[in-house]
């Protein structure tokens, strides 16, 4: 059997093993149940550092302004699917506000309640990924001219911007002002979400390997040589921008479906960090490793070391030390640790089916 | 006239005070192999930047194939500042980005090799392919260009094959030996689909025998591409050998042009090359 062949089982086979548990995972433990969280919260953050990645990693453009796309997404959800009823409540102060239709309803009478409200909510995620992707098509038109730091800084600008935009009073028979957001339907199984941010990662895996793809590859390694080779860096750098922009917003519903309510002030410049944490971390130019990090990122930071907080960690009781802030602290030590021995993050360039190969050239190695 | 495929129209490219490229006019015709040489800083790298659209030259017109596509005069502050003999010959300001002029049938190569390193040698020629996809992003993404992504893979395979480096190409661009970058470099100009290809110093730092290697390699690729080059070089027994006509650079103004007989005995280039006594 041949390497490519043998790549493809491979890659096929973890995917399935990891949908197959995720789906036992969901028929035994109830919906409550941190593993189910945990999952949520890990594919969702997946997606988003894919996006990110697809940016940072693959066109080489330095943006900090994921947040700002995701809570443009959030809010997007929230505002299209809150159903009509609950609308008095939710906006409270802003006389019902003045959207008075929810999409999984609409859907939900043509297509029946079940199935036309999962039409609804999907809609309404991929509105709220347009809507990102907008945004970034008119942010891009003035930032996309910075390079490195500055484009860094003029995004994060931007996320911040629209941050405090999005809680002002006056648009608040949209947005419910600084008021929560809720009442909106949400998947509680974790299934939906690791198929959802699946599809949308193997969306990017796809376009990173197409032509377009490797034209965005070529910019990062040298924006000179690609110029002169004929890629219009103006228009493949909007393109990934707002793709990424996209994804990111996307990211954001899912955000919101996760913790089910939205304001804008999680959607802060710490949680774009935390992104690109996830990102170096996995390795700067690699999908796989993007998602496996997150997963490592949100399983350790919210179920393993919790107890360092709470007073008990590994069966040692000492409520003196593992009080509040110290899981952090820890964290920090441990991330420090993983930068240092793993400079190109946890899987560097490669991709899941390169595991494979590393093994195969070591036996090689051996046979000789 | 019309069988000119570059012509570059008194142009000039000044730096502030600077006057990098003085007035230059040249005419390059379809087959032919041009050098254009000069001692170091001579303006020969910033002529390439401004007939490829690196630069926007301060005044002058470039012509590729009988059509104007760059030109430009004075404007601002640069009015002031320019000191050209030409300054009203030219009115329109035409400034396409490099990509376009690529998009036109002008490929180039690089005086210091600029390879996308963390790509293998087969896809950095296939990058070069992207500039003639005609499928969109969607497309592209959902695979529904499935016909013109083989054509162009088996392309490239061919032009592997005829530049001899199908041997090696799914090694990384960076782990080949110096001359094979250099050749890769060409080849991937050559996966553009040039109808002029420009290189800007192809023999620098190689050996002798590795440059007449490059000589046969430039006069066989001319024949099999059917192409027109304009080259810049210093190792002038390659210039000599290959260089249907010559330019001569210095201090940014043309001082000669000719057949390599007429160069090789030219006072003034000899002069500028070797230096002329103070006192004489």
């Known amino acids: 059997m041949d390497l490519s062949r043998k790549k493809k089982i491979f890659t096929a086979l973890v995917l399935f093993v990891v949908l197959a548990g995720c789906i036992v995972l969901d028929v035994v433990l109830p919906s409550y149940h941190i593993a189910i969280t945990v999952i949520k919260k890990a594919t969702v953050y997946a997606l988003v550092a894919v996006s990110m990645n697809l940016l940072n990693g693959f066109t080489g453009l330095f943006s900090l302004g994921q947040a700002g796309f995701m809570l443009l997404g959030a809010y997007a959800y929230g505002v299209l699917t809150i159903p009509v009823a609950k609308r008095a409540i939710v906006y409270q102060y802003f006389d019902g506000g003045v959207i008075h239709f929810s999409l999984p309803e609409v859907f939900g009478s043509i297509f029946g309640t079940a199935v036309g409200s999962v039409i609804g909510m999907l809609i309404a995620l991929l509105i709220g990924g347009i809507l990102a992707a907008l945004m970034a098509y008119l942010i891009g038109l003035p930032v996309l001219r910075l390079k490195s730091d500055y484009l860094a800084i003029a995004t994060l600008g931007f996320a911040e911007i629209l941050k405090a935009f999005f809680q002002w009073n006056k648009l608040g028979p949209v947005t419910n002002g600084s008021n929560l957001l809720k009442s909106y339907p949400v998947f509680d199984h974790a299934t939906p979400y690791v198929i959802l941010a699946g599809l949308m990662i193997a969306v990017i895996l796809l376009l990173i390997n197409s032509t377009y793809g490797r034209a965005f590859k070529a910019i990062r390694d040298d924006e000179v040589a690609a110029e002169a080779m004929g890629i219009n860096l103006a228009k493949h750098k909007r393109m990934a921008f707002i793709i990424s922009s996209f994804f990111a917003g996307i990211g954001g519903g899912m955000m919101a479906m996760y913790s089910g309510t939205i304001a804008a002030a999680p959607f802060k410049s710490a949680m774009t960090y935390e992104i690109l944490l996830i990102v170096v971390i996995g390795g700067i130019g690699s999908i796989t490793g993007s998602v496996i990090a997150s997963f490592l990122y949100i399983i350790s930071s919210e179920w393993l070391l919790r107890g360092l907080d709470s007073g008990t960690f590994l069966g040692i009781s000492a409520p003196g030390v593992f009080k509040n802030g110290f899981r952090m602290a820890v964290f920090s030590v441990i991330i420090m640790v993983i930068v240092l021995f793993f400079r190109k993050g946890i899987m560097g360039e490669r991709e899941l089916p390169d595991l494979l190969q590393k093994r195969s050239k070591k036996k090689k190695g051996a046979a000789k | ?280």
């Not at chain 2, 490099?98 to 990058?127: C, E, Y």
């Not at chain 2, 070069?128 to 497309?139: D, E, G, I, M, P």
């Not at chain 2, 050749?183 to 109808?195: G, K, T």
């Not at chain 2, 650079?249 to 007429?262: M, N």
């Open chain 2, 1 to 280: 006239m019309s069988d000119n495929v570059l012509k570059v129209d008194h142009a000039t490219m000044q730096f502030g005070g600077v006057v990098a490229v003085d007035d230059l006019s040249l005419e390059i015709n379809k087959g032919e192999i041009v050098a254009l040489i000069g001692p170091n800083g001579a303006g020969k790298t910033t002529a390439f930047n401004v007939i490829t659209g690196v630069y926007q030259p301060t005044n002058g017109a470039v012509w590729f194939n009988g059509k104007k596509i760059i030109e430009n005069s004075p404007k601002g502050k640069m009015k002031k500042e320019y000191l050209g003999s030409n300054g009203e010959m030219f009115k329109e300001c035409i400034d396409p980005t490099p990509d376009h002029i690529t998009k036109l049938g002008m490929a180039r190569t690089f005086q210091n090799i600029r390879l996308w390193k963390s790509q293998t040698v087969f896809d950095n020629v296939l990058i070069a392919k992207h500039c003639r996809t005609t499928s969109n992003v969607f497309s592209a993404t959902f695979r529904l260009n499935r016909k013109e992504e083989a054509k162009q893979r088996q392309e490239v395979d061919e032009l592997l094959k005829i530049v001899g480096l199908d041997d090696v190409k799914n090694e990384l661009a960076t782990s080949l030996p110096y001359g094979k970058q250099r050749r890769l470099e060409i080849a991937r100009a050559l996966a553009a689909e040039p109808s002029l290809l420009l290189l800007d110093e192809p023999a620098a730092g190689m050996n002798p025998q590795e440059t007449e290697e490059l000589t046969a390699f430039i006069g066989e690729i001319r024949k099999q591409f059917d192409l027109t080059i304009f080259l810049i070089e210093h190792h002038m027994n390659l210039v000599m050998d290959i260089s249907d006509r010559i330019y001569v650079l210095d201090f940014g103004k043309l001082i000669a042009q000719g057949t390599p007989e007429e160069i090789q005995k030219n006072q003034r280039v000899i002069d500028a090359y070797l230096g002329v006594a103070e006192d004489a």
